[in-house]
């Protein structure tokens, strides 16, 4: 199974919003409403931030916000900050064969 | 609280098996899917296989499957991987993790297992 597609970086200054992609095919990302987003930090566990396309954990800030077009997931973050400095994943659901396919990582630098 | 905590990782030769295993607390075992999810160093994200909170069902990734067993005790609230015909492209931190529900959007990781396969 092929991985999503992320953008291997992205970047933003203190309080901007930034925008990561997460393109996939209409049998994963775009065929069902499973997709999820994981924000990991260096030597540490991911963390679930956002599920189901655009639903928040409990604890998850407000300024994480997703949603999907088509095969494209996004995930924003808004009024950016220096603890968000980290690594985004995102997945989806497969009817392949296997169950759930990650996307390659995208590196978020806060300038 | 929910805790998920891997054991079992270590070095094997190519080839070799290895057992993992995951005590999970907090939750209701029995009732969650459960999966394990790999980072080779220096990689991203790769999920591995995933099992029914009954075990009756299992899924495995292509580059795994004929290799790896997925399993559960849920007398025991323990999830295990057998790995066998270890390849040094399995060398990965092994990760147990818990879905909100159904089987993805893992919201529970344990730290992770290492494992290192090589000669």
């Known amino acids: 199974q092929s991985a999503l597609t992320q953008p291997a970086s992205v970047s933003g200054s203190p309080g901007q919003s930034i925008t990561i992609s997460c393109t996939g095919t209409t049998n994963d990302v775009g065929g069902y409403n499973y997709v999820s987003w994981y924000q990991q930090h260096p030597d540490k566990a991911p963390k679930l931030v956002i599920y189901d396309v655009n639903y928040r954990p409990s604890g998850v800030s407000s300024r994480f916000s997703g949603s999907k077009s088509g095969n494209t997931a996004s995930l924003t973050i808004s009024g950016l900050q220096a603890e968000d400095e980290a690594d985004y994943y995102c997945?989806?659901?497969?009817?392949?064969?296997?169950?759930?396919?990650f996307g390659g990582g995208t590196k978020l630098t806060v300038l | 609280e929910v805790q998920v905590l891997e054991s079992g990782g270590g070095l094997v030769q190519p080839g070799g098996s290895l057992r993992l295993s995951c005590a999970a607390s907090g939750f209701t075992f029995s009732s969650y899917a459960m999966s394990w999810v790999r980072q080779a160093p220096g990689k991203g994200l790769e999920w591995v296989s995933g099992i029914s909170g009954s075990g009756g069902t299992t899924h495995y990734a292509d580059s795994v499957r004929g290799r790896f067993i997925i399993s559960r005790d849920n007398s025991k609230n323990t999830l295990y991987l057998q790995m066998n015909s270890l390849r040094a492209e399995d060398t990965a931190v092994y990760h147990c993790?818990?879905?909100?529900?159904?089987?993805?959007?893992?919201?529970?990781w344990g730290q992770g297992t290492l494992v290192t396969v090589s000669s």
């Open positions: 993790a818990k879905p909100t529900s159904g089987f993805t959007s893992q919201d529970y």
């Open positions: 997945s989806s659901y497969t009817n392949d064969n296997t169950l759930e396919v």
